[in-house]
């Protein structure tokens, strides 16, 4: 049975930072593209990052451009994100999420069931 | 970017009755890249429909996709009362969007 479990989240401070982590079971890990997605409170869905299978391409949405870094270690079977220089704005559940072999990569057939991010003061 | 407009944004059934979801891009979805999704409160999303028409494993029949270009629409045959939900459609041809969701809603 495929599994995503997140962890890492809490309440920070603004310009603060924080870990999230996803371990992931029940596949394998390392030939797959990961991806985070947020959700504020009563909001739709955003799409934050993406890494591929190996660690080496990753890809951005401008809101968290060169404060949020994706990573990953296939030898732990876990997904990271490390955020920095957080904002309120930046309050969500984030979730992580598979996208399936032989797709195209962008879209996801398993997610997580989500750590809440909180930014205030 | 493309932009995806649900509608309606809420939409009041009963149980037994046909739901229809529009998903309009502002510019065309290239290879019918169009996927949605289910949401119920307090859960994460599950996805339903991929390649605008494709079933996921395990979601049954009675959810079908339909649409190309820039038009595309999600059908629930007959609601069940587990059905009741917020769905989200997203395209994934040009990097990924997601539109702004669709809340099913028991009358």
């Known amino acids: 049975e495929v599994q995503l479990v997140e962890s890492g989240g809490g309440l920070v401070q603004p310009g603060g930072s924080l870990r999230l982590s996803c371990a992931a079971s029940g596949f394998t890990f390392s030939s797959y593209w990961m991806h985070w997605v947020r959700q504020a409170p009563g909001k739709g869905l955003v799409w934050v990052s993406r890494i591929n299978s190996d660690g080496s391409s990753t890809n951005y949405a401008d809101s968290v451009k060169d404060r949020f870094t994706i990573s990953r270690d296939n030898a732990k079977n876990t997904l990271y994100l490390q955020m920095n220089s957080l904002r309120a704005e930046d309050t969500a559940v984030y979730y992580c999420?598979?996208?399936?072999?032989?797709?195209?990569?962008?879209?996801?057939?398993?997610w997580g069931q989500g750590t809440l991010v909180t930014v205030a003061s | 970017e493309i932009v995806l407009t649900q509608s309606p944004g809420t939409l009041s059934l009963s149980p037994g009755e046909r739901a229809t979801l529009s998903c309009r891009a502002s510019?065309?979805?290239?290879?019918?890249?169009l996927a949605w999704y289910q949401q119920k409160p307090g859960q994460a999303p599950r996805l339903l429909i991929y390649?605008?028409?494709s079933r996921a494993t395990g979601i049954p029949d009675r959810f079908s996709g339909s649409g190309s270009g820039t038009d595309f629409t999600l059908t629930i045959s007959r609601l069940e009362p587990e059905d009741f939900a917020v769905y989200y459609c997203q395209q994934y041809g040009s990097y990924l969007t997601f539109g702004g969701g669709t809340k099913v809603e028991i009358k």
């Open positions: 999420a598979r996208a399936p072999l032989h797709s195209n990569g962008w879209y996801f057939d398993y």
């Open positions: 510019q065309s979805v290239s290879s019918s890249y």
């Open positions: 390649g605008a028409s």
